[in-house]
């Protein structure tokens, strides 16, 4: 870990990237009117396979993983407890009051675009509201510490210091990765951690920042299903996911509609 060589992409790969994760934000603003009570998160997943795939594109997450236990729908859908990488099911018919993370991850013309949003289904209840609202602020204080020469400690600082002023905690099991033709590749970007600490970000870097904000307890455990992840203490968690790249003087976000 850290070990692994940070590839720099070239301005054609960045105009790819950014082709790729604008499909990926316009798919999540395709869904969203699906994200009302009584819908099953099936049915969303159903949605955008179709849709992906009438734009030329395909499901990163479908297969992806281990082998012997490939993730097996064509996104994630984590519902109120559920941390990340909840899996479509058609028993799981969405409630008012319920927040839904959608993750969505097509590949086009061989890059991934990946982006995430957490949903309010119905009304939700004060807590939910600060949460997701407070989460959605952390990414984009984690973005507002990227430019050439922070460092990726700069990143997790900011995301952990909001969160925390607010009561909530910060998964640890789970960090923002870079993303190219690999789905998931170096660095690691932890959301946590102290300014002025990690590797020095350079232009070119691409990678996701995806804090996992708790209401409770940081920790996290996995289902039987092997991908799962709920918080340990069975309070809400939230997300918000943006595919961003280092530039000469900045960054810039690569998972907008355009
Ligand atoms: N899109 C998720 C991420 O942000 C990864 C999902 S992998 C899957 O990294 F296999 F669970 F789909
Ligand atoms: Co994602
Ligand atoms: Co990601």
């Not at 395709?30 to 396979?49: Q, R």
């Not at 795939?53 to 993730?71: I, R, T, W």
């Not at 952390?138 to 510490?145: E, F, S, T």
């Not at 607010?166 to 932890?190: E, K, L, M, Y």
Request: hydrophobic fraction near 35%; include cysteine; charged fraction near 20%.
């Amino acid at each position: 870990m850290g070990s692994e060589r940070i590839t720099l992409l070239s301005s054609r790969e960045i105009d790819k990237m950014r082709r790729a994760g604008s499909l990926a934000a316009k798919l999540l603003d395709h869904l969203e009117p699906m994200v009302k009570p009584g819908v099953s998160t099936l049915e969303i997943n159903d949605e955008a396979e179709k849709w992906t795939q009438a734009h030329g594109a395909v499901s990163a997450p479908l297969g992806y993983g281990p082998k012997n236990n490939p993730f097996p729908k064509s996104l994630c859908t984590s519902v109120n407890e559920v941390v990340c990488h909840g899996i479509p099911n058609a028993k799981q018919i969405l409630q008012s009051g319920d927040i839904i993370n959608i993750d969505v991850t097509p590949i086009l013309d061989g890059y991934h675009g990946d982006t995430s949003r957490t949903f309010f289904v119905g009304t939700p209840s004060p807590t939910a509201k600060k949460l997701v609202e407070v989460t959605k602020e952390c990414l984009h204080r984690g973005i507002a510490a990227v430019k050439p020469g922070n460092r990726i400690g700069d990143i997790g600082a900011a995301i952990q210091e909001y969160a925390e002023a607010n009561g909530f905690s910060v998964v640890r099991d789970f960090v923002g990765h870079g993303v190219s033709h690999i789905f998931h590749t170096a660095p690691q970007i932890p959301h946590y951690g102290r300014a002025g600490k990690g590797k020095k970000l350079k232009p070119g870097m691409v990678f996701t920042i995806e804090p996992m904000i708790n209401e409770g307890t940081w920790e996290a455990v996995i289902l039987e299903d092997g991908w799962t992840a709920i918080t340990k203490d069975g309070k809400l968690s939230a997300q918000f996911e943006h595919t961003i790249a280092v530039t000469k003087d900045g960054v810039q976000i690569l998972t907008l509609p355009d």
